[in-house]
C-alpha cells in the first residue's frame, strides 16, 4: 500500500495503470476521478471481480453487496445508523466500553502488557454487540466473533494479493479462512432463530432485520439477515479497531499531540465515567481521530469493476477491467494536503479553512455505497479513546516502526504491545 501511495504521488494523481503480471488494474487516486467512479458514474464501478471474490464467501450477499441486497439491505439499515439513533443508544455504548476498559485494571496493577490491537478489537466488540444484537448474545457468543473476523480479515492476505489465482487451488490462509467463517455462522445462526422466535419490537439490529418482510410479504431468510449482520459487524467493529490500534504509536511518536489530548480528557471526562454529554466538549479528540482516518483508513482500499468501457482522466478504462480506488493513497497526495505524510490534527480544527475537494479526504468511501457505520464510529471512537484515557497513560512497550499490513483492512504488520499506567501513578511520575 505504500508503493500505491508513492505510485499516486509521483504521478501526481493521474491514472497510473499497474504492471502485476496477469493482472493490470488501474489506480485511481485523484479526487475528480474518485468522485466520477464512485459517486458520478458510479453504476458503472461495481464492487465485483477478483478482489471481491474472497470477501464475499465471508461476506455473502449483503449491504456490501450489489443489486437488489445491496438496495434491500441499505433501506433496512440506514435508520439504524442515523445520527438521531446512533445519539440515542450513546449512553449504552459508552457503558459497555467502560465496563470492558475497567477490566483492565489487573493488568496495570500486575504490570503486565496487553496486545493494543486485541484489546482495541474486545472494546469496540463488546459495543457493537450491543448495536446488533441486543441482549440476545451472551458475552462468550461474542467474544468468538472478533478473534473469528479477525482471522479471516488476515488469512485471505495471499488472496488479495494473488486474486487470479483460482479456488481449485488451495493456497496459504484457505483453511483458516474456512474454520473462521464456520466459527462466525456457529455463533450468528442461532441468534437469529433466537430473535425470531421472540419477536421483539428492540431497536437492535437483529431485531429490525427479524422484522422486515419481503415484496409478497414473507420473511427475508436466515441467510439474508446473516449477511447483512456479518457486513455490518465487519464495518463497525473491524475497522473502528483497526483504526484506534494505529493510536498508540502515533501518541508516542508525538508527544505534544499526546499531552494535548490527555488534558483534554482529563478537564473533560475527569476520572470519568465517560457519558454522550462530554462528546461535544472532546473536540481536539475529533480532530486527533479525523486525521489518523486521514493517514489510516482501515478501510484503505474499494476495488471497483468496470462494466462498459470507459474514460477516467482520459485514460481508456475496458470494460471488466478493475479499478482501484485508495484513500491511503489519495490522503497522501502533495497536490491536496500540506505535509501530506505528517500526522497533524491542526488539519482539521474547526476554525480552520475547509478549502479541500471533498473527494480529496474518504475514510468512509463516498456516494450511493458511503459507509453506514459512520455516525457510529464519531460516537464509539471518541467514547473509547475518553474512557481508556480519563483511567491510563498506554505506554508503548514494543519498538517500531510500525508497517501496514495488506489485509482486508487496514493493520500493523508488527505487534503493538502495551503497558497500562494507572492516571494517579503517571500523574505522579511527571511531578
Not at 505535509?339 to 475537494?357: I, S
Not at 473527494?359 to 471518541?382: D, I, N, R, W
Amino acid at each position: 500500500m505504500n508503493t500505491l501511495a508513492e505510485m499516486g504521488r509521483r504521478a501526481k494523481g493521474e491514472v497510473v495503470r499497474l504492471d502485476l503480471g496477469l493482472f493490470r488494474p488501474y489506480l485511481v487516486t485523484h479526487p475528480d476521478h474518485v468522485q466520477q467512479v464512485l459517486r458520478s458514474d458510479w453504476t458503472n464501478y461495481r464492487r465485483e471481480g477478483m478482489f471481491w471474490r474472497p470477501l464475499r464467501r465471508m461476506l455473502g450477499a449483503g449491504v456490501l453487496g450489489e443489486d437488489e441486497p445491496w438496495e434491500s439491505g441499505r433501506k433496512i439499515l440506514q435508520p439504524l445508523f442515523t445520527r438521531r439513533y446512533i445519539g440515542s443508544i450513546a449512553g449504552e455504548l459508552a457503558g459497555a466500553i467502560t465496563a470492558r476498559v475497567e477490566e483492565l485494571d489487573e493488568y496495570a496493577l500486575a504490570g503486565r502488557h496487553i496486545d493494543g490491537l486485541e484489546e482495541m478489537s474486545r472494546i469496540v466488540n463488546r459495543a457493537v454487540l450491543r448495536v446488533l444484537f441486543g441482549d440476545r448474545i451472551t458475552r462468550e457468543e461474542g467474544e468468538r466473533l472478533a478473534p473469528a473476523y479477525d482471522a479471516a480479515a488476515t488469512s485471505i492476505n495471499f488472496r488479495l494479493l494473488m486474486p487470479f489465482m483460482p479456488y481449485s487451488v488451495r493456497v496459504p490462509g484457505d483453511r483458516a479462512f474456512v474454520r473462521a467463517v464456520r466459527t462466525v455462522d456457529d455463533v450468528v445462526f442461532p441468534v437469529i432463530r433466537k430473535a425470531r422466535a421472540d419477536q421483539s419490537e428492540g431497536l437492535d439490529v437483529i431485531s429490525a432485520l427479524c422484522r422486515v418482510r419481503g415484496d409478497d410479504g414473507t420473511e427475508i431468510d436466515d441467510r439474508r439477515i446473516r449477511d447483512n449482520l456479518v457486513s455490518v459487524y465487519g464495518a463497525a467493529s473491524e475497522s473502528t479497531a483497526m483504526t484506534l490500534t494505529w493510536l498508540w504509536p502515533i501518541l508516542d511518536a508525538h508527544p505534544h499531540v499526546a499531552a494535548r489530548l490527555y488534558d483534554e480528557i482529563d478537564r473533560v471526562v475527569g476520572a470519568g465515567p465517560v457519558a454522550p454529554r462530554h462528546l461535544p466538549e472532546l473536540r481536539y479528540t475529533r480532530m486527533v481521530l479525523q486525521e489518523l482516518l486521514r493517514l489510516y483508513p482501515a478501510g484503505w482500499i474499494f476495488p471497483r469493476m468496470a462494466m462498459k468501457s470507459a474514460e477516467i482522466g482520459g485514460v481508456r478504462v475496458r470494460a471488466g477491467a478493475q479499478v482501484l480506488i485508495s484513500p491511503y493513497a489519495t490522503h497522501r497526495l502533495d497536490e491536496f494536503w500540506e505535509r501530506p505524510l505528517e500526522f497533524d490534527p491542526e488539519r482539521f480544527a474547526p476554525e480552520a479553512p475547509d478549502r479541500r475537494h471533498k473527494y480529496s479526504y474518504f475514510p468512509f468511501g463516498g456516494g450511493p455505497h458511503q459507509c453506514l457505520g459512520q455516525h457510529l464510529f464519531y460516537v464509539e471512537a471518541p467514547l473509547l479513546v475518553a474512557a481508556l484515557l480519563s483511567r491510563f497513560r498506554p505506554r508503548l512497550a514494543s519498538a517500531g516502526p510500525f508497517t501496514p499490513s495488506p489485509a482486508a483492512s487496514l493493520r500493523p504488520k508488527e505487534k503493538i504491545t502495551l503497558n497500562l499506567v494507572p492516571v494517579r501513578r503517571a500523574a505522579g511520575e511527571a511531578a
